[in-house]
């Protein structure tokens, strides 16, 4: 059984969404909330496989909200909801962990069925109308193990290997064994090298998030 948490701000779309989702036989809806902090102290004190989330919610939005909850719970699926279906927002969703990305409008709520399942498979699925599968597809990020691409992804937001290991209950030493794994996959020296690659690719915009250990690698005093 796939445990959903949704949140939502529109009570009626958030309803009928719920609806939709208890009617399937494989899904249940866990809880619920109309903002993004409600829904982060909530998560973080209820039994979740996946979150579905609106991006533009009344106090802060999905992005920070996918931020927040893969700090909490590094292993959480998130599906986020949008009328945004172009610019640097769905890659920004990657860069923070998101494995979903699916525009509002014109569907039976097929879409969104389809989306949950995906992602809480583990596998991405990015709405047909944002063009993205090829640019997706076609990075050197797409040779990563799954553990190893989220050592990535956590790397460039910043963290050091000590807050890698506490995010992802990894020991310190199984985090440097993906980070060399990244590394050699990417042919990439350090975590400035991955920073600029994953940005060449939309992976990563400098300001989106601090960089904290930009002049040091990886604030464990290693490269």
């Not at 610019?87 to 989306?115: E, M, S």
């Not at 995906?118 to 709405?127: L, S, T």
């Amino acid at each position: 059984m796939i445990r959903v948490f949704l949140v939502e701000d529109h009570f009626l779309f958030r309803h009928a969404l719920h609806l939709m989702i208890e009617d399937q036989s494989d899904i249940v809806v866990v809880g619920e909330a109309a903002g993004g902090r409600e829904a982060i102290a909530a998560i973080s004190r209820t039994e979740v496989d996946m979150v579905v989330c609106d991006f533009i919610l009344p106090d802060i939005d999905g992005l920070v909200v996918t931020h927040s909850l893969l700090r909490q719970k590094p292993d959480l699926r998130i599906l986020i909801l949008s009328a945004i279906d172009q610019g640097p927002i769905p890659k920004r969703l990657i860069a923070a962990g998101a494995l979903g990305y699916v525009t509002k409008g014109g569907d039976d709520g097929g879409k969104i069925v389809r989306a949950i399942r995906e992602v809480a498979a583990g596998r991405r699925y990015w709405d047909e109308v944002l063009g993205m599968t090829e640019s997706l597809t076609n990075t050197p990020f797409e040779r990563l193990q799954p553990r190893t691409y989220q050592v990535a992804m956590l790397t460039v937001r910043g963290l050091s290997i000590s807050e890698i290991a506490e995010a992802t209950g990894m020991t310190a030493s199984a985090v440097r064994s993906q980070r060399q794994a990244m590394f050699t996959t990417l042919n990439v020296r350090n975590d400035i090298s991955l920073l600029y690659l994953a940005q060449r690719y939309g992976l990563a915009t400098f300001g989106a998030e601090p960089w904290v250990h930009a002049a040091g690698g990886d604030g464990d005093g290693e490269e």
